[in-house]
């Protein structure tokens, strides 16, 4: 990954399409140097291209100094419009490793971008990737999607008693969740993104309302907010510290339209769940939603269709429509319409109400197909360890020295 820090979305937009196939292009919105290096440790950047602006080039000197001085390894390029000698001079002596224009040809960056990555040392971990991350996501609104995450999240948190799971519940209508199920917290989810320094596990303990599930939840405000006060910047170093924090993060943002924010939540998911029910409305609007993700190219990982409000005896099946979205995973939610409304009304879970119910059997079938792929994982890393502990003991066998070694 490369980072470039700007404001200007055409600047973000010129190094994406010129390093595409090349390297991901992160956009740091932010200015100050702390926040910018934060957002390079989440993106686990090792090359950041900072503008040197005409009218403030002293100041961005200052900035590419402050850089480099934080992180003497990071291969910082400066970029301006022209070949200014005197803000290249300047750009090279705060430590800048070259001195490019907006002009430069897509091959021209790329090479310099191989080129800097070869003599960087090499980004081990990756903290995007430590907890599991699950995204609910439509279009449109739908009727219930809190009921749906919380359900999910508890069946995944009951699945391990080591799992760490939180729902993130900023879809329509804003804190359901938190009012259905009576979880009053200190911290909304806006707040949390001005906090983001302070955010560890301590404050995430102490500031989100745990149900007694064991799950914690953050919840939009119930006045909501406004998505254009939200940079991508800050939700990608949200989504970072959240999965460093927990073992599994339930998005719910069904309701909340395409926008960088939500683009950037669906493209980071290990497992994303489209939430459709049978009519052939919704599942148009779904079928264009999938499409649009597509166009833009947002990553779409183990795609799962959730359909809602089930009928068997009415088609389309969902089969059928599982098919349409090219997905092989689907589930189907029954209607169970007075077992829902009982739920909601005494803020129970389906798992307490009625644990047998098959609402509550299909809430634990779609945590499974989310848990599945880690199980199989675990076990293919024990297969090879098992598989090198055989040939162990067959050369051990055959020297005669496994009488001595317990257990071998």
């Not at 560890?200 to 119930?222: I, M, N, W």
């Not at 990608?236 to 339930?250: A, E, I, N």
């Not at 162990?392 to 009488?403: E, P, V, W, Y």
Request: include cysteine; glycine fraction near 6%; charge should be negative.
């Amino acid at each position: 990954s490369v980072v470039i820090v700007t404001q200007i979305r055409d600047q973000f937009e010129w190094l994406q399409a010129s390093l595409e196939g090349t390297a991901d292009v992160v956009m740091s919105q932010q200015s100050d140097l702390n926040d910018v290096l934060q957002l390079i440790t989440m993106a686990t950047a090792s090359i950041v291209f900072v503008p040197v602006r005409r009218d403030a080039w002293i100041e961005d000197v200052r900035f590419i100094e402050g850089l480099v001085a934080a992180r003497p390894t990071l291969a910082c390029v400066a970029i301006s419009e022209t070949q200014d000698p005197e803000r290249l001079l300047g750009a090279m002596r705060a430590g800048a490793k070259d001195f490019v224009t907006f002009g430069a040809r897509p091959s021209e960056l790329s090479g310099l971008v191989r080129r800097l990555g070869e003599r960087v040392p090499e980004v081990i971990e990756d903290p995007m990737r430590q907890g599991t991350l699950v995204t609910l996501a439509s279009e449109r609104p739908v009727l219930q999607s809190a009921f749906h995450a919380l359900h999910v999240a508890a069946a995944l948190q009951k699945q391990n008693a080591n799992n760490r799971v939180l729902l993130v519940d900023i879809g329509l209508p804003f804190a359901e969740a938190q009012q259905v199920f009576g979880l009053e917290g200190q911290f909304s989810f806006m707040d949390t993104l001005r906090n983001l320094r302070r955010l560890d596990r301590t404050l995430a303990d102490t500031a989100f309302p745990r149900h007694k599930t064991g799950v914690s939840v953050l919840s939009a405000a119930q006045e909501g907010f406004d998505l254009s006060e939200i940079t991508t910047s800050e939700m990608f170093l949200l989504v970072g510290t959240l999965r460093s924090l927990f073992t599994h993060v339930v998005f719910n943002i069904c309701g909340l339209p395409t926008v960088d924010m939500t683009e950037l939540v669906i493209g980071n998911a290990d497992h994303v769940v489209f939430v459709v029910d049978q009519s052939i409305t919704s599942c148009r609007a779904g079928l264009d939603f999938q499409a649009r993700l597509k166009q833009l190219g947002v990553p779409i990982n183990d795609p799962i269709v959730l359909v809602d409000h089930y009928q068997p005896k009415i088609s389309p099946d969902s089969n059928a429509i599982a098919r349409s979205f090219g997905v092989d995973k689907h589930i189907d939610l029954p209607a169970a319409a007075d077992l829902r409304l009982r739920a909601m009304n005494i803020g129970q879970l389906m798992f307490e109400l009625a644990p047998q119910d098959v609402l509550s059997k299909r809430y634990r079938e779609l945590a499974g197909l989310i848990q599945a792929p880690l199980v199989v994982k675990a076990k293919a890393g024990a297969e090879q360890s098992g598989s090198l502990l055989d040939r162990l003991r067959s050369g051990l066998n055959k020297s005669g020295l496994t009488s001595g070694i317990k257990g071998a």
